[in-house]
């Protein structure tokens, strides 16, 4: 009986171990998808030119598709930081959309 319990409870950590992964996998790439880098927490800097009354943005991460699958496959990004160098590949559904 104590056999079964401690099993139990290794499967139920092993479960929420993996949920927390695959949480924090997705919690950085929708960071990388709004312009902020998950490492330096550097955002896009926007300046303004007050002679033309112009707002001018520098983006921090540089999307650059690898693999296109079509709209309705799976496209592989890879996410470069200009500011601290950090570089992650991740693989995106294209039922969000054809704009990346």
Request: glycine share 6%; hydrophobic share 40%.
């Amino acid at each position: 009986m104590q056999t079964l319990i401690l099993l139990f409870t290794i499967f139920i950590v092993i479960l929420l171990l993996i949920y927390i992964f695959f949480k924090s996998k997705q919690n950085r790439l929708f960071s990388l998808l709004s312009g902020t880098c998950p490492s330096c927490k550097e955002t896009k800097k926007v300046f303004f030119d007050k002679t033309s009354n112009t707002h001018f943005t520098q983006e921090i991460i540089k999307p650059r598709v690898l693999k296109d699958y079509g709209c309705s496959g799976v496209k592989d990004v890879e996410f470069l930081c200009t500011s601290c160098g950090l570089k992650e590949l991740y693989s995106i559904n294209s039922q969000m959309g054809c704009g990346i």
